[in-house]
């Protein structure tokens, strides 16, 4: 029934959900509730939160979280809404915060939003239906040069220039509003050897508009230092991403709480106090382990890192 496995559970659970103690743990990303269903069963005196951006998909969770009653509370909100007004939404300083970041199996499998090259939907690939404008209309309405930037910056895609001029000069003879048409375009688009490589051709460009789409990035910029804030003293946060833009700005942010001062490095005396706020727990990213990379393949791009609070 449910169509997402939760990726590197058993570190997961291991960092975060306690053992028989009381925790109060923010999961920033609930999806389906795979990881939550785990965090309930695995600590009896663990009460979970749960924040899910898509209204669709928080409805499968709170189905398959409904036995756990008042120890689950889930929240359709963005986790930078959430995170901007946590003191008015809980009573108190969470001990654990998890973000397993991205999209869900269940986005590419069945949400009939575009999200998959492989099938031919409507381009949406907003997760929340009611913001933001939908990939179609980005496509439309930016131009060759905005396409570029966006496919290279978030897709890293190195035929940016090749596909943004191959989506314009389609445009032209009719709108794209079609996943599997836009897929089309691009493989079009990239030169004969890189068709058949690795990963399909689209997969870049699909993945640079669904974060444009959704703002990903910056959202997930601004969202880890209110976070942080959040969190109780001796308190973990545990990230899972799937791709260096995620995981860059992940690594950065916990270099900089692990670092004794944070004044900008053009200040000639310290001004922050000096005070190191936390430690990083993983001084190398956990990977999923072979078996778990066989038994579900979207896990070999996991990289989890953990920090814990200190100040
Ligand atoms: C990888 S899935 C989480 C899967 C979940 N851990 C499980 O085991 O079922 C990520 C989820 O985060 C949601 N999401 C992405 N960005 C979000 C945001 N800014 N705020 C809240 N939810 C977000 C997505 O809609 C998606 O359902």
Known sequence: MFIHKPILLDPVLTF?????????????????????????????RLVLVGIERDRQIIDRARERLDRFGRRARLFRMDFLEFFSSVAELVD??????????????FHYQASGRG????????????????????AAQLIATSSEEE???????????RFAAAISAAIVAERKKGAIEDSQALARIVWNAVPPAYRHGRIHPA??????????????????????PLAFDSLSVGGRMGVISFHSLEDRIVKRFFQERNKSCTCPSESPICQC???????????????????????????RS????????IV
């Not at 999200?115 to 939908?134: A, G, I, Q, V």
């Open 147 to 157: 396409l570029k930037s966006l496919i290279r910056r978030f897709g890293e895609e």
């Open 16 to 44: 975060l959900a306690g053992q028989q103690e009381e925790v109060l743990l923010v999961d920033a990303t609930l999806g389906e509730g795979g990881h939550a269903e785990a965090f309930l069963s695995s600590n009896p």
């Open 302 to 309: 996991a990289r989890f890192r953990i920090l814990e609070k």
């Open 273 to 299: 106090g000096g005070q190191r706020r936390a430690r990083i727990l993983t001084r190398k990213p956990i990977f999923a382990a072979e078996a778990e990379i066989r038994a579900n393949p979207a896990s």
């Open 115 to 134: 999200f998959s090259f492989r099938r031919s939907e409507p381009l949406d690939m907003r997760l929340d239906s009611e913001k933001d404008e939908t």
């Open 92 to 105: 108190r300083s969470p001990q654990c915060i998890f973000f397993d970041l991205g999209v869900s199996m």
């Open 203 to 224: 997969t870049r460009t699909f993945q640079a508009l669904r974060i444009a789409v959704n703002g990903e990035l910056d959202l997930l910029e601004a969202t880890l």
